[in-house]
């Protein structure tokens, strides 16, 4: 893999940075157009939150994706990358005045609405502007997914999502307002899923869902099932691209569609992940008493999942083939928990050598931070670096 990167232009650059690698970023989406379009009815967005570099969502904009923003920030950079409006769709637990009011004036397919308070108000400031505001409601399935406990959605615990058992009496109000129409439902169970069952599960619920409001002469024009496809953190080598193949194929098979009905992903992790590396240069090699430091001059303010979920991701030394030592690899930061990887194996390291943090496209550079009084990494392209 070592070759892939530019190394060369690498040793010109200030690190920390983010590299991606738009090749690979190109050909995921070729994957996605290819496996969702043998489907009739499958509309893809791009979940913004993942990752939102604008030269990264002007590539997803070009693909034909559609967004998904949970934020109004989210929103005018979708639409400053590009992406039409009526591909745009809004969730979020609480959307503010001034962002509901923003996508109200973009225009955007819908509001993916969480709660009857926010139905309320988004029929309010919808009737202000003389508009009509196209709604479809979050309903948490309770439907547990084998993944880390922080990034789990879909239990009736979870802050997301109405109620199973209030569904129908708020679709019934949304029906009976002035400047909301109804138009679908969302659903969404979680992140890096890679259990194909827990998305045979979500069909499950939502074909006994839809079969109960039809026995109440309800139509649904849209279903939407969120996102959550995982990708490979530990060989991004032998697997850069997720099994889209089977993923679109499990909705195909369980999910019981009606005539004309659209279905809508947001796919963000599987889309960004591993196309994005961290770049950072080794500081220091520090001999403990009973290990030894590798110490980066990146740290958790640059790619804080490790800190945050203890998440593993790959380390490569791509400056050296030297036989492999062992290292716990850590940042700068004034926090214990600013750890990468305990007790790795890599490429012997000296100050100076350059290390990649692979598999960091997704929740990288977008939740970095200032912390310590740090600058935000960059992120780069290659024919920009």
Same mark, same amino acid.
């Given at each position: 893999?070592?070759?892939?990167?530019?190394? =060369?232009?690498?040793?010109?650059?200030?690190?920390?940075?983010?590299?991606?690698?738009?090749?690979?970023?190109?050909?995921?989406?070729?994957?996605?157009?290819?496996?969702?379009?043998?489907?009739?009815?499958?509309?893809?967005?791009?979940?913004?939150?993942?990752?939102?570099?604008?030269?990264?969502?002007?590539?997803?904009? /070009?693909?034909?994706?559609?967004? &998904?923003?949970?934020?109004?920030?989210?929103?005018?950079?979708?639409?400053?990358?590009?992406?039409?409006? &009526?591909?745009?769709?809004?969730?979020?637990?609480?959307?503010?005045?001034?962002?509901?009011?923003?996508?109200?004036?973009?225009?955007?397919?819908?509001?993916?609405?969480?709660?009857?308070?926010?139905?309320?108000?988004?029929?309010?400031?919808?009737?202000?502007?003389?508009?009509?505001?196209?709604?479809?409601?979050?309903?948490?399935?309770?439907?547990?997914?084998?993944?880390?406990?922080?990034?789990?959605?879909?239990?009736?615990?979870?802050?997301?999502?109405?109620?199973?058992?209030?569904?129908?009496?708020?679709?019934?109000?949304?029906?009976?307002?002035?400047? $909301?129409?109804?138009?679908?439902?969302?659903?969404?169970?979680?992140?890096?899923?890679?259990?194909?069952?827990?998305?045979? #599960?979500?069909? =499950?619920?939502? =074909?006994?869902?839809?079969?109960?409001?039809?026995?109440?002469?309800?139509?649904?024009?849209?279903?939407?099932?969120?996102?959550?496809?995982?990708?490979?953190?530990?060989?991004? =080598?032998?697997?850069?691209?997720?099994?889209?193949?089977?993923?679109?194929?499990?909705?195909?098979?369980?999910?019981?569609?009606?005539?004309?009905?659209?279905?809508?992903?947001?796919?963000? *992790?599987?889309?960004?992940?591993?196309?994005?590396?961290?770049?950072? *240069?080794?500081?220091?090699?520090?001999?403990?008493?009973?290990? /030894?430091?590798?110490?980066?001059? #990146?740290?958790?303010? &640059?790619?804080?999942?490790?800190?945050?979920? /203890?998440?593993?991701?790959?380390?490569?030394?791509?400056?050296?083939?030297?036989?492999?030592?062992?290292?716990?690899? $850590?940042?700068?930061?004034?926090?214990?928990?600013?750890?990468?990887?305990?007790?790795?194996?890599?490429?012997?390291?000296?100050?100076? &050598?350059?290390?990649?943090?692979?598999?960091?496209? #997704?929740?990288?550079?977008?939740?970095?931070? /200032?912390?310590?009084? *740090?600058?935000?990494?960059?992120?780069?392209?290659?024919?920009?670096?």
């Amino acid at each position: 893999m070592k070759g892939a990167f530019p190394i =060369n232009k690498f040793e010109e650059t200030e690190t920390p940075f983010y590299y991606y690698d738009t090749n690979l970023l190109r050909e995921t989406l070729r994957t996605i157009n290819s496996e969702a379009g043998k489907y009739e009815g499958f509309c893809v967005h791009y979940a913004v939150k993942a990752n939102a570099n604008p030269k990264i969502l002007n590539i997803i904009c /070009q693909a034909g994706l559609g967004a &998904d923003c949970v934020s109004g920030g989210e929103i005018q950079a979708s639409v400053d990358a590009g992406f039409k409006p &009526d591909k745009i769709v809004f969730a979020g637990v609480g959307k503010s005045d001034k962002e509901i009011n923003l996508a109200l004036e973009k225009d955007i397919f819908c509001f993916n609405v969480e709660s009857v308070p926010e139905l309320d108000i988004i029929n309010e400031l919808a009737g202000r502007k003389g508009k009509t505001a196209r709604v479809a409601f979050r309903i948490n399935p309770n439907v547990g997914a084998h993944t880390h406990a922080n990034i789990t959605t879909g239990l009736a615990e979870n802050k997301f999502g109405i109620a199973m058992t209030d569904m129908e009496d708020v679709i019934n109000k949304a029906l009976s307002m002035a400047n $909301v129409k109804f138009v679908g439902l969302h659903f969404h169970i979680g992140s890096q899923i890679l259990d194909m069952g827990d998305f045979a #599960a979500l069909c =499950n619920r939502v =074909n006994d869902l839809q079969n109960q409001l039809e026995a109440h002469h309800i139509v649904v024009e849209n279903i939407n099932v969120g996102g959550g496809l995982g990708i490979d953190y530990t060989h991004p =080598n032998r697997v850069p691209i997720p099994d889209f193949k089977s993923y679109f194929a499990t909705y195909a098979k369980h999910l019981k569609l009606r005539k004309g009905q659209k279905l809508h992903f947001e796919l963000g *992790r599987s889309v960004v992940g591993q196309c994005g590396s961290l770049i950072s *240069r080794v500081l220091y090699v520090k001999q403990g008493s009973a290990k /030894q430091f590798a110490i980066i001059d #990146a740290g958790m303010t &640059d790619l804080i999942r490790p800190a945050l979920y /203890q998440a593993y991701h790959k380390i490569e030394n791509i400056s050296s083939e030297a036989p492999l030592a062992t290292y716990d690899v $850590v940042g700068p930061i004034c926090e214990s928990s600013d750890v990468f990887a305990k007790a790795v194996d890599i490429n012997e390291c000296r100050r100076g &050598d350059l290390i990649a943090i692979r598999s960091a496209g #997704a929740y990288g550079e977008i939740m970095a931070s /200032q912390y310590n009084c *740090r600058p935000l990494p960059k992120g780069y392209i290659a024919e920009n670096l």
